[in-house]
């Protein structure tokens, strides 16, 4: 016979809902592990792209702090389901990894959500010096994260229209480094130069087939 008084359970909230610190945990990893170590491991170049641009007085670090708040947040929400667009979040498992499908996913998220850090930080830098409203540039650079994010279970698929997307929002990441970064790329910081030209080369792997799937088309 258990010596456990009953009473000291009746109030406990892990005896009366005992899921509730399970999926407060599971949710935290998912925005820690998922979404903060994901981005610190594939978008690391990028980051520290942006972060040494010296362009009007740190305004471009604004939109790049969000960003890396709200993106990882966006992804552990989505990957737990408590935002919900449609398309499941699309994720890692052990058969993926360590095989050529895996590498093409981590190549994916590496340059896409690249892109969309470029977009929230030089998109947030540009309202910020247009409007003249730092609350202007932490607005558009959440807008811009969470549209990313939201877009990436539906870009993330390999049909000629989502590679066209993706494509285009490589594109626009890239070509906002290559405005905002401009003057700094190889005077006064050559290592910005290499790593634009490394995020190049990465996209066009990416979206390699869609060379193939218009020719096919034409």
């Known amino acids: 016979m258990s010596n456990i008084d009953p009473t000291i359970w009746s109030n406990d909230d892990r005896a009366v809902r005992p899921g509730d610190d399970e999926t407060a945990t599971r949710l935290l990893t998912d925005v820690v592990y998922y979404g903060f170590g994901q981005l610190f491991l594939l978008c690391l170049p990028m980051m520290w792209l942006v972060s040494v641009t010296p362009f009007s007085n740190g305004v471009v670090r604004t939109g790049f702090a969000v960003s890396v708040i709200a993106i990882p947040v966006s992804i552990g929400l989505f990957r737990r389901g408590v935002l919900r667009v449609g398309e499941p979040w699309p994720r890692f498992t052990n058969r993926d ?44 650079a959440a807008i811009v994260a969470g549209v990313g994010v939201t877009g990436f279970p539906y870009l993330a698929r390999e049909s000629t229209r989502m590679l066209a997307g993706r494509a285009a929002v490589y594109a626009a990441g890239l070509g906002a480094v290559y405005v905002g970064a401009m003057p700094f790329l190889w005077r006064f910081l050559p290592e910005i130069g290499l790593i634009f030209l490394l995020y190049v080369v990465l996209a066009l792997l990416d979206v390699r087939s869609l060379a193939g799937a218009i020719h096919e088309r034409a």
């Open 97 to 140: 990894l360590g095989v050529g499908g895996g590498y093409g996913d981590f190549l994916t998220r590496s340059v896409y959500f690249s892109s969309i850090i470029a977009l929230c930080s030089y998109g947030g830098a540009a309202a910020n010096l247009l409007v003249g409203s730092v609350l202007t540039n932490v607005l558009i």
